[in-house]
Each structure stands twice: as structure tokens, then as C-alpha cells.
């Protein structure tokens, strides 16, 4: 099955145990009870909501999922709180979705090697042994980081799967593919890979390769909602970015762009990442008068904003690591109808027609001033970025993702699919 020609399908933090979804989420049990899939992810259930979460709880409508919350180190793993967790929980309405927290008893170690490898292959047998509890008689493994590779060696399945959402390597200049990345790449059954410069570069290692790009639960997204207090009295024109504030964005750009227009105010929504090097950033620009920086926000929260900012904004720095990337909030701010300008990118590119693309100070100055224009706000470009942000829905990207794990299970599950109306993605 040969998939480099596959076309496009047309971030925030949770609160502790809550499952914020759309509204079209079901209540229904799994269309395939028989199949579990196992998530190997590298972080906890209710730290952040990234594609990973969109992900796995969509596809619990189609296979029961096992989220595998990661052990905690041996330090840590001790304590009262942690022995006395308990191993399994549902937390939201999918009935096929759980959250599997490994036992205090097999801890994440290093050393000695051995051991460690033991604790690991014990964690991913009790994560199997759940899902045969349930009735599951078929294992998938699917794993969202190149570190989870030996647990391709450590129980039987009958199917692995390995979601690239990022460059690993977060290098700023450019890296060959690291060896144990292209062992798993070349072993996995199927590769999904989720922006065009890293399909590019990854995508033919493994001919059962599709392209799933971001998406965005357009229902929460394109709600019209009431401002929310904090951006209530903030001025217009209002450019606005929101989701994490973080090292890759072009901090240059924003001291020039903020000082330049100081008729414009900038409102930045979300948590700032541990970045030592972007925190003198942030305190000079919060001194600015037309600059907000507002804070970290609930998934719910952060899906306000967009809507109220007069232009949002992807200011990414360009470099090697920036190429890979495709972000999060595209569709999420298509989603809300508001005029975007983001930096061009490679994932940016094929989004010209609703996104305006800009390098220089001189470029942003002109792209957001051409989207504060008349023309910007109309209804008719209003639902023009609506449209390519709706064929971009997290559950279209999922449908097609089951249909890939249902073709390479049995010929019966995907004819079960396509009736359902679930688009073919592989071609034979």
C-alpha cells in the first residue's frame, strides 16, 4: 500500500479528571469491542489537551482505547497517594475510553538496565491484560513518541501504529532521522505523519504512510460565545494569538510589530512554556501599553478568544524545526471566521487562500492592515475560513484514522467502515 500521494483530510490545558469535548460526542459503546488499542503517550491524561487527546477519544467510537498514563520516577512513585491510585478510570462520557495509571509498584527506571526494562514490559503486559478484561481479543499498540519502541518486543499484538505530531529532535537546525526513530518507522505497521515537510522527509520510509494533519472540534471552536471578562475592556483593534507562549515564536517580530502600532493591542492567551530565554520577552512587552498577556486557560476558555480578536496571529520564527511544525490553532482559528496571518511556513503554504502569509516586519504591517479592511470581515470570507476549518474536524481525521487501523486489521472491519460512510484513505 503505497501512500505518499495522500491528500490533506478537507492547545490549551484541562482541569484534573474533566473531559471537555464537543457536542457531538456519543454515548455509544465502541463499533469494534473486540479491538483494543493501547496509547502510549508521554503524559498524563489531564495535564493538556494536544492531538493526542483529540485522537484517542475520538477513536474510542470506533475501538475500546487504553490510555497508558506514564509510570513516575522510583522517587516519586511511593508515596501514599500514589500506591493507593486508582489503576483504571473513565473520564468522560466515550464508554470505550480509559485511562490505565501504571501500579506504584512498577516505576520508570533507568538503571540498572535490566530492571528498568523489566518495569517496562511488566507496565505494557497489565496495560494488555486490562484491555483482554474488557473482551478485547485483538491488541493495537499505538505509540505517540519514539521512546515507547520496545514495546513493540514486549507483547503479542496484531497491529502497531506510530503518530508523528512533531520533530523530536526540536533542533532549531536540521537532523537526519535519529536511528531508533527509523527502526520504529520501518517496524510500525502504520505511520501517521501530520505536517507536509515531515511526511517529506519521513513519509517513504515505511510505504503504509498517511498524511493526518491537525484538526480542530469545529462545534467548540465556531460556537459564537460572549467575550470572555479578561478581553471584555481590552481595546480594538484587538491581534490576538492564543496557546502556549513559547521559545519558537519570533520575538523580534512582536517588540517591532508592538512598537510600530501602537494603535493596534496585541492579547496574548495561554500558558507560557518553560523557556528561560523568553521570559525577558514577555516582562518588556507586558510593559507595553498596548500589550496583554492573560494567562493559562481551560481547553473551553481558550476556544473564546479567537472569535473576539480582530486578527489572530501564527508569528512562528523560521527555522528548521518551525518548518515541521503545523500548528494547532490554524483550524482552531479558521473555526471562529477571523481574519489570520501567520509566518510562512511549509505547513502554511497550501492555506494561502485563507491565511495571510508574511516574513518581513514590513509584510506583517501590510497583511494586518489588509485584514482589519472590509473586505477581510465580510460574511462571504467569513465562510470561507469557516469551510476549510469544518473538513478539517477531528472527527473527520479520526474516521479516516480508524478506516487505516480497520484495512490492516481485517477486510471486515474496513467494509463495516465504508458502509458506515467512512472515506477510503489508502490506496491498494
Known sequence: MATANIKPVSEGVITPGARECSASSTLSSP????????????????????????????????????????AE????????????????????PERGFVVHTPSAFLPKLYSPRWLAQLSFRKRIEHARAALLRRGCRKI?????????????DCIPHDLSCYHIDDEYTFSPVDQPVPEQELNLIKKTGVVFIHSPALLQKKGKINP???FTPNGVDFDLHAQPVSPPS??????????????????QLDWMLLHELTARHPELFFVFVG???????????????????????????????????????????MPYARDDYTKYIYPLKLHEYLAGGRPVVGTRIASL????????????????????ADSLAAPSNSVEARAKRQAVAREHDWFIIVRKIALALAERLDPHYAAVLREAGVPQVLNS
Open 31 to 70: 463499533m469494534f469491542p473486540e479491538v483494543g488499542v493501547i496509547a502510549l503517550v508521554p503524559d498524563e491524561w489531564q495535564l493538556q489537551w494536544q492531538p493526542r487527546h483529540q485522537v484517542m477519544t475520538r477513536l474510542a467510537r470506533y475501538f475500546p482505547v487504553l490510555w497508558m498514563n506514564p
Open 230 to 247: 479578561d478581553i471584555a475592556d481590552i481595546p480594538y483593534p484587538r491581534i490576538g494569538y492564543s496557546g502556549h507562549i513559547k521559545k
Open 271 to 313: 500558558s507560557a512554556n518553560a523557556h528561560p530565554e523568553i521570559v525577558g520577552h514577555i516582562n518588556e512587552l507586558s510593559r507595553r501599553k498596548n500589550v496583554r498577556f492573560l494567562g493559562a486557560k481551560t481547553t473551553r476558555e481558550l476556544a473564546a478568544y479567537p472569535q473576539h480578536f480582530d486578527v489572530c496571529i
Open 349 to 368: 503554504e497550501a492555506f494561502s487562500g485563507v491565511v495571510r502569509l508574511a516574513e518581513s516586519v514590513d509584510q506583517w504591517s501590510s497583511a494586518l
Open 208 to 210: 503504509c504512510t498517511l
Open 140 to 152: 493495537v499498540l499505538y505509540l505517540w513518541r519514539p521512546e515507547f519502541a520496545p514495546a513493540l
Open 73 to 92: 520516577e522510583w522517587r516519586r512513585s511511593f508515596s501514599l497517594s500514589r500506591i493507593f491510585t486508582r489503576r483504571e478510570e473513565s473520564p468522560g
